[in-house]
């Protein structure tokens, strides 16, 4: 039986992979620059994104710190406007909440977390947050999921992961802990071959959960 969950957060708890994404694009759009979705999503699974690609194309530093802005403020428009929840996300919390203790451990920074979740209702089931501002090495190193496990003083046999990109599973498996991946169509092309369990939808954890 798992008694701890760690959940990343866009794309499982909500649907915000395609906007940032989209925020990018939008910005090197401004440079002249097409952000390649294919190539976007094979870099992600390495910890790299939109910037990897503008790099390449020749956009220089100083532009790109500058386009950072420009992306941000692209992105934060969509977590305010576009519609990112996913349905039942609640109502299978809180059966979960019944069999384990829950977090989030996320690369989203802290400013854009906090707007997501200004009034969704998914922290009051959380111990805690891990966001980027926490640690000091990105997924997929293991450091985010290590520095979970010892923020619980959990057992990795104990503890399950969630996650629905490569990225994500390969931070999980580098630091030991079985991991469920749910099904996004944004990332649903990457590889997935390493996870524990594959998941149409949350509400199977409680299933994986209880075994």
């Given at each position: 039986?798992?008694?701890?969950?760690?959940?990343?957060?866009?794309?499982?708890?909500?649907?915000?992979?395609?906007?940032?994404?989209?925020?990018g694009e939008r910005a090197l759009a401004e440079v002249g620059v097409a952000?390649?979705?294919?190539?976007?999503?094979?870099?992600?699974?390495?910890?790299?994104?939109?910037?990897?690609?503008?790099?390449?194309?020749?956009?220089?530093?100083?532009?790109?710190?500058?386009?950072?802005?420009?992306?941000?403020?692209?992105?934060?428009?969509?977590?305010?406007?576009?519609?990112?929840?996913?349905?039942?996300?609640?109502?299978?919390?809180?059966?979960?909440?019944?069999?384990?203790?829950?977090?989030?451990?996320?690369?989203?920074?802290?400013?854009?977390?906090?707007?997501?979740?200004?009034?969704?209702?998914?922290?009051?089931?959380?111990?805690?947050?891990?966001?980027?501002?926490?640690?000091?090495?990105?997924?997929?190193?293991?450091?985010?999921?290590?520095?979970?496990?010892?923020?619980?003083?959990?057992?990795?046999?104990?503890?399950?992961?969630?996650?629905?990109?490569?990225?994500?599973?390969?931070?999980?498996?580098?630091?030991?802990?079985?991991?469920?991946?749910?099904?996004?169509?944004?990332?649903?092309?990457?590889?997935?071959?390493?996870?524990?369990?594959?998941?149409?939808?949350?509400?199977?954890?409680?299933?994986?959960?209880?075994?």
């Open positions: 039986m798992k008694k701890f969950i760690l959940f990343d957060n866009d794309g499982v708890l909500v649907d915000t992979e395609y906007w940032y994404y989209e925020a952000l390649d979705l294919e190539q976007y999503l094979k870099d992600m699974a390495h910890g790299l994104g939109t910037w990897h690609q503008a790099a390449l194309a020749g956009v220089d530093d100083v532009t790109i710190d500058r386009l950072k802005i420009v992306r941000n403020v692209y992105y934060q428009d969509s977590l305010r406007t576009e519609p990112i929840e996913i349905d039942g996300v609640l109502d299978v919390l809180d059966e979960l909440s019944k069999h384990a203790r829950m977090a989030i451990v996320t690369t989203s920074k802290r400013s854009d977390f906090e707007l997501i979740h200004a009034d969704r209702g998914i922290l009051r089931f959380m111990d805690f947050v891990l966001a980027r501002d926490d640690y000091v090495r990105p997924k997929p190193h293991p450091e985010p999921y290590v520095t979970a496990l010892e923020r619980f003083g959990a057992d990795r046999a104990e503890t399950l992961v969630v996650e629905d990109s490569a990225r994500g599973l390969r931070s999980a498996v580098a630091a030991g802990i079985d991991c469920a991946v749910v099904h996004n169509e944004f990332t649903q092309a990457q590889d997935f071959s390493d996870a524990t369990y594959r998941i149409r939808a949350l509400s199977e954890l409680t299933e994986i959960v209880r075994r």
